[in-house]
């Protein structure tokens, strides 16, 4: 059979034998035509079997099953074509190959139709269009170079003006069709009519629905040929569209489709073929014209029973897919079943506004339930349009959305997607499935959430969720960061941003509202997203839109106060943080007016964030301070009582970071800068002091100065942390904020700027000093004195004036000099000055001018553009701190170390687990609140 022939089956095709054939298809090739279009043909039988070239052209060549099948016919020479309806046409026939996925049949020749339509597809076709050719080997001029010896698979075909039939270039296979005549026209037609017949019996999968592949035949102008092309479809219940205005055969018909059989009379065929025919009526003869009047008649006595009516219409807003779904009414297809066809056809074909004008009418109720498997094929095959026409037509998704239907989508989204490919690594690993049965289960789903949310999300689907919008975002902005795709990427950032612009018109719409209920959805916890509350799902989701909205904001500031009142100034904490009596004396005032016990009064005001906030200060410039004054003025070899507190200072820093880890909200510890700044600081300051007690009694007394150099450098890290205080304050928190984005430009920067340093930096030193082997003073050269001309500090060695033979050592045995410039040993230098003058100046003028002032554009931008939104971001990371304090314990380092005590009792012996943050998680709401909410879930879902 034609799918199954070998190379040997190529090569049984000789040059000399183009008269001798077999019944099998005897050539496969590529034809690189004129154009850039690298096109496949077959040379076949014209008794091949219709299956075996359905089976070459999808399996061997490729080709995806179509949606529809569109046959053009009509005249095979060339003819004129007004310009408006050749743009109509191209318009309509473009769209709908393009729309529904289908293949194009015409004859494949370079002249009539065939050319118009390759034109049509070259001009107006935004995406690759099958386009099959089925022409006749016998007239194929220059079919000599399509036979070439079996191994060879490329050839070049021209295409010229003969009388022959030259190949069209535009279309993207051909079938030549061959019985062993030469110069016969008309060969290929019987095949094409099996061919088109066999591909409208075949059947589309869309997810366990099989549909017949539907097809339409549009005619344009044609001759007597034509109308037998006409007839036959008609025969095979094809719908056919005439293209009136084209001329000839098409006008013929176009001109008497809407008369009664009785009226089309032979005398009226003749007026009309005389009038469209002009030069060749006189070369009909009366047997001809009697024979074709029959065949124009709708409904001659040859006529098939369910012949379709013939449709003289086309344009882009009535392609040929519009007739073929108008005229799906036939003998296969009646009442609901008929329906249901024509709404798969326009699903498969993603055709909306067909289905909405055409299909969703009076003439038949659809229930919901009727639209269910439309709505998963469309859900599947990502075609929104329909999703929402559904969704308007009743389908509510709270009924359609069940755990299998929920199965069947995992299973059936793009293997090629990331999303995809996570869920079937998790299914891969599941021990309970076969390796062969890789089966995504609902499981699998949760555990590819737990992975992009950072926490357990089972079980997930079998409760309602109030934080989707922002797990959406969340999920989307985690898979952007693995998608490789650039357009991807964008889209799935841009569908976050959508996701929380949602998730934050709904919480401001709850805050009018009500702003004590909406305050409590903030702080709810999700059992199905991982115990998250809406705050923190935030947080994690990066979601600073949702962060600096009004509400969320008015709830951050009150818990930023405690118990305090949002009124009090900072004059007025200080005083009372002083001297804490005043605190009854009415200096500061608290939210809760009513009367309070002095214990209360005590505990609010000390547990206030804000009042944690100053205390941990006033701590930590005390801290920098005792640790400046230790490693610069007492640094002893046995410490003092001031290096035995900042020791203990240091082990209540560490303790409160391990508390921070230890905590149950701690899994994105890590992930937070300043905590990392934290934790390379203490690492530092243990290195130091392991160098310090420990290896200068085993090693060498001499590691104690290796650990004060460790300490000292440590004290910068420790330093740097100041500047996460300023975060609260809103002039100079945004400034934190520029100043992060600006080190992550200087960092690049510094990559490009190293290419100038070391390119100039080697090359000077090779051109001025011989075998220079001493690795400090090669660094010293090549790099230090290269970044040092930055600042203006040029290196005077380039210029041989300068050179001084007492400041450097002839051989480098001098370890503290270096090693003098190429010279004659007279005190005169050897090496070319002109070139490493000039070349210093090329280093100054691109690195000092051009760089340096692309730095200072690069920090403008980011400048720039981090400022127009700086109050968003400020104000995300704001509740980073808010939270850290109002977790932290009251009192501050060093004597924070009791809270840690008192808390690591509580938790080991009171078996009580630590509950801290608890205006973060509220873990239960009042009943009238979760009954209005299931009551409004229910009145969506009937509506």
Request: hydrophobic residues 40%; proline residues 4%.
């Amino acid at each position: 059979g034609l799918g199954s022939f070998s190379m040997s089956d190529l090569e049984s095709c000789s040059m000399s034998g183009l008269g001798s054939f077999s019944t099998m298809a005897c050539w496969l090739s590529v034809c690189v035509l004129t154009s850039s279009l690298c096109s496949q043909y077959v040379r076949a039988s014209c008794d091949t079997e219709p299956s075996a070239l359905f089976d070459l052209m999808t399996q061997q060549w490729g080709l995806k099953v179509p949606n529809l099948l569109i046959s053009v016919t009509g005249g095979a020479k060339n003819f004129n074509i007004n310009p408006r309806l050749k743009n109509l046409f191209s318009g309509g026939l473009v769209t709908a190959a393009q729309s529904t996925g289908a293949w194009i049949i015409t004859g494949g020749c370079h002249a009539g139709v065939m050319k118009h339509v390759g034109e049509a597809v070259r001009d107006f076709s935004d995406s690759e269009i099958v386009l099959i050719g089925i022409a006749t080997w016998g007239i194929v001029h220059n079919r000599r170079a399509l036979l070439r010896a079996g191994s060879i698979l490329i050839t070049r075909y021209e295409t010229c003006d003969t009388g022959l039939c030259c190949l069209d270039n535009n279309h993207t296979h051909f079938i030549l069709v061959d019985d062993g005549t030469h110069g016969r026209y008309g060969v290929e037609i019987p095949l094409r009519a099996r061919l088109e017949k066999y591909i409208s019996e075949q059947t589309m999968e869309k997810e366990g629905t099989a549909i017949k592949i539907p097809i339409v035949c549009v005619v344009l102008e044609g001759g007597p040929g034509t109308l037998d092309t006409i007839y036959n479809a008609m025969y095979n219940n094809t719908p056919c569209v005439i293209v009136e205005g084209s001329g000839r055969v098409a006008d013929v018909i176009a001109q008497v489709a809407d008369l009664s059989p009785s009226r089309i009379t032979i005398s009226l065929v003749k007026e009309k073929l005389q009038n469209l025919f002009l030069d060749t009526y006189s070369s009909f003869t009366e047997e001809q014209v009697i024979m074709w009047t029959k065949k124009v008649r709708p409904y001659h006595r040859h006529r098939a029973p369910s012949a379709v009516p013939l449709t003289p219409i086309l344009s882009p807003n009535k392609p040929p897919c519009y007739h073929t779904l108008q005229t799906s009414h036939s003998t296969d297809h009646r009442g609901r079943d008929n329906w249901d066809y024509q709404l798969k056809l326009a699903v498969s074909w993603n055709r909306p506004d067909i289905a909405e004008t055409q299909i969703f009418t009076d003439d038949w109720k659809w229930k919901p339930s009727d639209l269910y498997p439309s709505l998963m094929v469309s859900l599947i095959e990502d075609k929104p349009s329909f999703v929402k026409l559904f969704l308007d037509r009743g389908v509510t998704l709270t009924e359609f959305v069940t755990s299998d239907h929920l199965t069947h989508l995992y299973n059936s989204t793009d293997q090629h997607s990331l999303i995809h490919s996570k869920l079937e690594r998790e299914a891969s690993l599941d021990p309970s499935l076969s390796s062969k049965d890789c089966y995504i289960l609902l499981r699998h789903v949760s555990s590819v959430l737990q992975e992009l949310l950072g926490d357990s999300t089972e079980p997930l689907y079998p409760e309602k969720r109030s934080l989707a919008g922002l797990a959406c975002s969340k999920i989307l902005k985690s898979l952007s960061k693995e998608e490789d795709d650039t357009i991807t990427k964008e889209d799935m950032l841009s569908l976050a941003n959508l996701y929380e612009e949602r998730a934050a018109g709904v919480f401001n719409e709850c805050y009018r509202n009500d702003e004590r209920r909406a305050e409590l959805l903030l702080v709810r916890v999700s059992p199905r997203w991982g115990q998250f509350t809406t705050l923190e799902l935030a947080d994690e989701a990066q979601g600073q839109l949702f962060m600096s909205q009004g509400g969320v904001q008015a709830y951050l500031t009150k818990t930023w106060w405690g118990k305090l009142s949002v009124d009090n100034g900072f004059l007025q904490v200080i005083l009372c943080m002083l001297l804490f009596p005043l605190i009854y004396s009415g200096l500061v005032t608290f939210r809760c007016v009513s009367a309070q016990s002095c214990l209360w009064k005590l505990l609010g005001f000390f547990n206030a964030p804000v009042v944690k906030f100053y205390y941990n200060v006033v701590s930590y410039i005390g801290f920098l301070w005792l640790f400046a004054y230790v490693i610069m003025s007492d640094f002893q070899t046995y410490p003092s009582w001031k290096e035995y507190l900042l020791y203990i200072w240091v082990f209540s820093l560490l303790s409160e970071e391990i508390r921070q880890v230890w905590i149950p909200i701690a899994t994105q510890y890590f992930s937070q800068f300043w905590n990392q700044a934290d934790m390379l600081a203490l690492v530092f300051f243990i290195v130091g002091l392991i160098y310090i007690f420990l290896f200068s009694r085993l090693v060498h007394k001499d590691t104690v100065y290796l650990g004060r150099v460790f300490l000292s450098v440590d004290f910068m890290i420790f330093t740097f942390g100041i500047m996460h205080i300023f975060a609260v304050s809103r002039v100079l928190g945004p400034k934190m904020i520029i100043l992060r984005r600006m080190i992550k430009d200087v960092f690049f920067f510094l990559f490009l700027l190293a290419i100038w340093i070391v390119s100039y930096g080697v090359a000077k030193q090779s051109i001025l000093v011989i075998n220079e082997t001493r690795l400090h003073w090669i660094f010293r050269n090549v790099l230090y004195e290269p970044y040092l001309a930055l600042f203006g500090q040029i290196p005077t060695a380039v210029d041989g004036l300068n050179f001084d033979s007492t400041k450097c050592s002839e051989n480098g045995t001098v370890p503290s000099l270096p090693k003098c410039v190429f010279n004659d040993g007279s005190g005169n230098a050897l090496f070319p000055e002109w070139l490493t003058i000039i070349l210093t100046c090329l280093y100054i003028l691109f690195a000092n001018i051009l760089l340096l002032n692309l730095l200072i554009a690069m920090l403008s931008y980011t400048f720039g553009d981090v400022e127009s939104h700086a109050d968003q971001v400020w104000k995300f990371y704001c509740f980073g701190l808010i939270r850290e304090y109002n977790e932290r314990p009251s009192a501050p380092p060093p004597f924070i170390l009791f809270s840690h005590l008192y808390l690591l009792f509580k938790n080991l012996f009171c078996r009580n687990d630590m509950k801290h943050h608890k205006s973060f998680r509220e873990y239960t709401l009042c009943a009238h609140t979760h009954n209005i909410q299931e009551n409004l879930v229910k009145d969506t879902a009937e509506r």
